[in-house]
């Protein structure tokens, strides 16, 4: 198989799985959980940041991509993503769950390298990294990153598309990026099955409380996107605005909100569609998006 063979296959099977049992599947069972621990390990793609080309810009792309406000809060959103899922990983006991989180984190930290990379090969000032706390909750510090991943990804499908569409990103650059979208893809995908699973596999006494928790963490995921959207975290310090709210004025694209809604509706179809059909999809989120766009018509 030659190189570009193998890139193409790898491609091919991070995005299109199917359980290897066949028949139903009880949430919250046993084979649930390994159905969305297989996908996730099964659908890794080797991909070395380190091999990874970056393309020469022209000046001009090369001036609009580096002058993106995105890649403070990118880099640092990998960062603390990377320390909150491998807190919780090694807090984990089942094996398989724990090496699908270990996966998990590990893709976090790969994003990392590559932003580092991006960052390196274009000479991109970034603001100093703080220290990243270690969650003392590492259950609530992954619920968090779970959740916001399922905001941010499914904004980033749509205006990655828009991006892509539009020439924005030069053609060589999505293709670079194009892998790291679709992990996002993975593990918001693992996370919505994850949650569903953790909440049926507890005790029915301890299900509301464990539903409360999720309430507190959506709170939570509004207060520190409020904050990030006045330029604010929540120490106080001056950060990227919030790229999931703002990022389609960011990035310059001519894009009315109702548009931008859809395009983020028919991607993220389009990049669950591979999966198998038992897993459940991330829903809260599409669902908001759908019925903003009802009003915004
Ligand atoms: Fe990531
Ligand atoms: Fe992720």
């Known amino acids: ?28 069972s046993d084979a649930h959980k390994q159905l969305f621990c297989r996908m996730l390990l099964d659908t890794h793609n080797p991909y070395k940041p380190a091999v990874l080309v970056w393309p020469k810009l022209s000046p001009e792309t090369l001036q609009r991509i580096t002058s993106l406000p995105i890649w403070d809060i990118a880099v640092q959103t990998e960062g603390r993503a990377m320390l909150r899922v ?9 094996p398989m769950l724990h090496e699908a989180l270990i996966m998990d984190g590990g893709e976090e930290a790969r994003h990392k390298v590559v932003l580092s990379k991006l960052v390196e090969a274009y000479g991109i000032a970034l603001a100093p990294e703080p220290a990243y706390e270690v969650p003392k909750d590492p259950e609530w510090g992954w619920m968090v990153t779970g959740y916001s991943e399922c905001i941010d990804s499914f904004f980033a499908f749509g205006l990655f598309e828009s991006a892509k569409r539009t020439g924005y990103f030069p053609a060589e650059l999505v293709e670079t990026f194009e892998p790291v979208i679709q992990e996002e893809a993975r593990h918001i995908l693992f996370f919505a099955n994850w ?103």
């Open 1 to 28: 198989m030659s190189n570009q063979d193998a890139v193409a296959a790898a491609d091919y099977s991070m995005r299109n799985w199917l359980g290897a049992e066949p028949g139903r599947i009880k949430i919250g």
């Open 195 to 297: 949650t569903a699973w953790y909440r049926r596999q507890l005790p029915w006494w301890r299900r509301p409380l464990y539903s409360l928790k999720v309430l507190r963490v959506w709170a939570f995921l509004i207060w520190e996107r409020i904050g990030i959207a006045k330029g604010l975290d929540s120490k106080g310090e001056m950060q990227d605005a919030n790229f999931a709210i703002t990022g389609h004025q960011q990035i310059g694209l001519d894009l009315k909100l109702g548009e931008l809604l859809e395009l983020c509706l028919v991607e993220d179809q389009r990049r669950m569609h591979g999966y198998d059909p038992r897993l459940l999809r991330p829903t809260f989120v599409p669902r908001m998006a759908r019925l903003a766009h009802f009003f915004v018509r």
């Open 86 to 94: 491998e807190t919780y990983a090694n807090k984990v006991t089942d």
